[in-house]
């Protein structure tokens, strides 16, 4: 993926979305993970820091390098650990297909919709595979678009989210990644793969959800791509308001909002000896543990 043509953008309300879609949905997506003290965890396409909160949160005797290809979200996410008072993070920029880290270096890897974003998913996991140290975990979570059901039905609605499908696919990106998990890890060389559906429902009794997840998390995700779609004639503008206002009916007292979710851990290869560093780090080096990185 270019840096430029990321579907979502780095716009402010994007962060936004991304911080409440993690507030949302901490329980389901990151029940069951955790880090031991001392471990040292990559966090791959961190964003600005909304997962890397609960990462650290829930772990705060590992250490975590999280890594984004975009500085101006990894100084929000900085600003973020900072204020938690959190001090086992650290930040570096680098793309996900050239990160400057030795081979086998990590015990554990945490990666979150990000795949989605890539255009050779299969090639940067076998990447973060050589990454991880022998018996160490991937784990990776993403959504899935074509997953998302509703009550009252709308095939108008399911027309706005099919462009945001056809815009991600149009930058080499796959909004319906979640289902490809298995098969994904498994042709990277993962072995002990397993992948499991996480999925959010959502009602009026569960107000919260309403508000973070249908609304704030993923109509405002569809919404964003609302000026793209109609530039390339996807749709009408009338019907695309049509299709907001049946997604936002959705959250009335008498409206559902399904969406499923996917989480995949799978342990990567062994290591094999005599392999070199994949890349020298070219910046002025700083320390955490053994492994030299450049602070941001
Ligand atoms: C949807 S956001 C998810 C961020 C975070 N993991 C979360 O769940 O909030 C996707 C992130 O992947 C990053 N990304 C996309 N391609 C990347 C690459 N090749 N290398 C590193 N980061 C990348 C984007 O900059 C963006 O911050």
Redesign the pocket.
């Known amino acids: 993926?270019s840096h430029n043509s990321?579907v979502?953008g780095y716009t402010e309300r994007e962060s936004q979305r991304?911080v409440e879609q993690?507030e949302a949905l901490t329980d389901l997506l990151h029940a069951g993970t955790r880090y031991p003290a001392g471990a040292l965890v990559l966090e791959?396409?961190?964003?600005v820091g909304?997962?890397t909160l609960t990462l650290a949160t829930r772990s705060p005797h590992a250490r975590f390098i999280s890594?984004?290809?975009?500085a101006a979200?990894l100084k929000q996410a900085r600003t973020r650990i900072r204020r938690s008072r959190y001090t086992n993070v650290v930040f570096q920029q680098?793309?996900?297909?050239r990160l400057p880290f030795p081979e086998h270096c990590f015990d554990h890897i945490f990666v979150?919709?990000?795949l989605e974003?890539?255009a050779q998913p299969v090639d940067s996991l076998v990447r973060l595979n050589g990454l991880l140290k022998p018996g160490g975990s991937l784990t990776v979570i993403e959504g899935d678009h074509g997953s998302t059901f509703f009550h009252p039905s709308s095939e108008t609605a399911l027309r706005t989210v099919q462009c945001l499908v056809a815009l991600q696919a149009e930058t080499d990106g796959d909004a319906l990644i979640g289902r490809r998990l298995y098969p994904l890890l498994k042709a990277a060389g993962f072995s002990n793969v397993r992948v499991v559906p996480r999925m959010v429902y959502v009602d009026a009794s569960r107000p919260d959800l309403v508000q973070g997840f249908t609304r704030n998390t993923f109509i405002a995700m569809v919404n964003s791509v609302r000026r793209k779609a109609l530039e390339q004639g996807m749709m009408e503008e009338a019907e695309w308001q049509q299709g907001i206002a049946d997604l936002e009916r959705t959250t009335a007292p008498d409206g559902v909002f399904c969406y499923t979710f996917f989480k995949g851990v799978a342990i990567g290869y062994s290591a094999r000896p005599g392999k070199k560093m994949l890349r020298d780090d070219a910046g002025v080096p700083a320390t955490f543990g053994s492994i030299p990185i450049k602070r941001l």
């Open positions: 993926m990321y979502h991304l993690s791959a396409g961190c964003g909304a997962q890594v984004d290809i975009s979200s680098a793309d996900i297909n979150c919709f990000v974003h890539l």
